[in-house]
């Protein structure tokens, strides 16, 4: 039968088959022999070995659609990152780290801010303004007054989605606000895997019905930029692309004299907050070369 990993820990896989449920299963020797390590998110073929108990082997890797280093997962549609509108406090550097990951491991992203229900219209505005140009579609959510949250839901399903984002921002409760059902059936997976001896925090994919998953990221609240050379970081900022005019040719919009994108940014055509941080992404990989 066929599934898709939803966890691997301790050379145990964890995966979910649309006529059995979850199958705790271990991996054909043959993979190791070709140097093959199964992911989170890999298509599997599973053979059963007890139907009872629910265990079986992986005897195959399906082709993968793309394969991401960090977090490690394959077959991704999408990413997004949740943040709260206002407590705890957006970190937009942060979230710029995480968007600039995930375009360097070419994954479309979004961005969703929650809890808008608690600040001012102002505060929600001004946040939409720093990224309505960043190629990240936005979405605005309240489980308190349920704006946005069909619309939000209707783009996870029928994908697999990274989701990312600090605790507090209340992805739980946006989860079981536009998935009800799939509560029990995520408590089911969370359950079965802390029966057993394997409870280290590790990725893991969450199966939400009609063919949706999510993962939840472990360790966001640090992240490395990806390995990338400083000349190459303006090709992932969108809003940099219509400035074609600057006066160096090899423009990198840091310290040249005639730079368009730093006009632009004065004028408030770009989120001075996404330059500063881009600014401040550049002297990073800067410094990362020198030693």
Do not use: W
Request: glycine share 6%; charged share 30%; aromatic share 10%.
């Amino acid at each position: 039968m066929q599934g898709k990993i939803v966890r691997g820990v301790g050379g145990f896989y964890y995966v979910e088959c649309h006529q059995a449920g979850l199958v705790e299963c271990k991996a054909k020797g043959l993979f190791r022999k070709l140097k093959i390590k199964p992911l989170v998110g890999d298509n599997v073929v599973v053979e059963m070995v007890d139907e009872e108990k629910k265990i079986g082997n992986i005897t195959e890797i399906c082709d993968r659609k793309n394969q991401l280093v960090r977090p490690a997962v394959s077959n991704v549609d999408q990413a997004v990152v949740i943040f709260a509108a206002s407590y705890p406090k957006p970190n937009l550097n942060l979230l710029d780290r995480f968007l600039l990951m995930m375009k360097v491991q070419k994954v479309d992203t979004a961005i969703c801010f929650n809890k808008i229900d608690e600040p001012e219209q102002e505060q929600i505005d001004s946040l939409v303004r720093e990224y309505e140009n960043c190629d990240s579609r936005i979405f605005l959510t309240s489980t308190v007054s349920g704006e946005g949250v069909h619309s939000f839901a209707d783009f996870l399903v029928g994908k697999t989605t990274v989701l990312a984002g600090p605790s507090g921002v209340g992805k739980s409760s946006l989860l079981n606000k536009m998935f009800p059902k799939a509560k029990m059936e995520v408590g089911e997976i969370s359950e079965k895997i802390k029966r057993g001896k394997h409870t280290t925090r590790h990725s893991e994919l969450f199966y939400l019905g009609e063919e949706t998953y999510v993962m939840d990221t472990p360790g966001f609240t640090s992240l490395e930029l990806p390995e990338l050379e400083k000349e190459d970081l303006r090709d992932y900022y969108a809003e940099f692309l219509p400035y074609t005019d600057c006066r160096f040719l090899g423009c990198v919009h840091v310290s040249e004299p005639d730079c368009e994108v730093k006009n632009a940014v004065q004028e408030g055509e770009i989120s001075e907050e996404r330059y500063k941080n881009y600014t401040l992404f550049f002297e990073e990989l800067r410094n990362r070369k020198k030693y």
